[in-house]
């Protein structure tokens, strides 16, 4: 079991972030038509997942704003943005924002995910969401970057994120 904090206050985290050269787990996961998509849906691109709790969060909208700004400049590249947020939601605040650069996924029919990829919030009151995490793979799914935030209120490493697709 990992652990956080979100305001200074530990909370458990289920399963393990995959680690930096290790092959992708699968996922399945569900678009904003409703599809659900695995990473070979994403075949021949690189893909940075910005998992987070909830697009209706400030830190969420704002990670969510700052990589769609970033995506702009990246070739051959998607970022994912996976929360447990219902489909209809994260297209509304995307669209609501006009942000074009980003896909969001949502765990609500694959709760599986979020342990899965070591993102699972457990025993406390935000159980079912996703911590914070950014992940970054090869065309291959490889695993180029991964970072779980240490403190759920604060924003990830984007430049980390951006120095492993260089």
């Not at 678009?31 to 691109?45: C, H, R, S």
């Not at 079912?128 to 950014?134: E, M, P, S």
């Not at 240490?150 to 980390?160: F, T």
């Amino acid at each position: 079991m990992q652990q956080i904090t979100r305001a200074g206050e530990p909370m458990d985290v289920a399963g393990t972030l995959p680690a930096k050269g290790q092959v992708a787990p699968a996922m399945t996961l569900t678009n904003t038509e409703l599809q659900d998509v695995i990473l070979a849906t994403y075949a021949g691109k690189r893909k940075v997942l910005n998992i987070i709790p909830s697009v209706d969060t400030p830190t969420c909208a704002m990670s969510t704003r700052h990589f769609n700004e970033l995506a702009s400049n990246l070739a051959d590249t998607v970022v994912l943005v996976v929360s447990a947020d219902l489909p209809f939601a994260a297209k509304r605040f995307c669209g609501a924002e006009g942000l074009d650069n980003v896909e969001t996924l949502s765990t609500f029919r694959h709760p599986e995910f979020r342990e899965a990829w070591g993102v699972a919030l457990c025993n406390n009151p935000m159980e079912g969401l996703c911590a914070r995490a950014v992940v970054v793979l090869d065309a291959d799914n490889r695993v180029l970057h991964s970072e779980l935030v240490s403190e759920l209120k604060n924003e990830p490493d984007y430049q980390a994120a951006l120095a492993a697709l260089k």
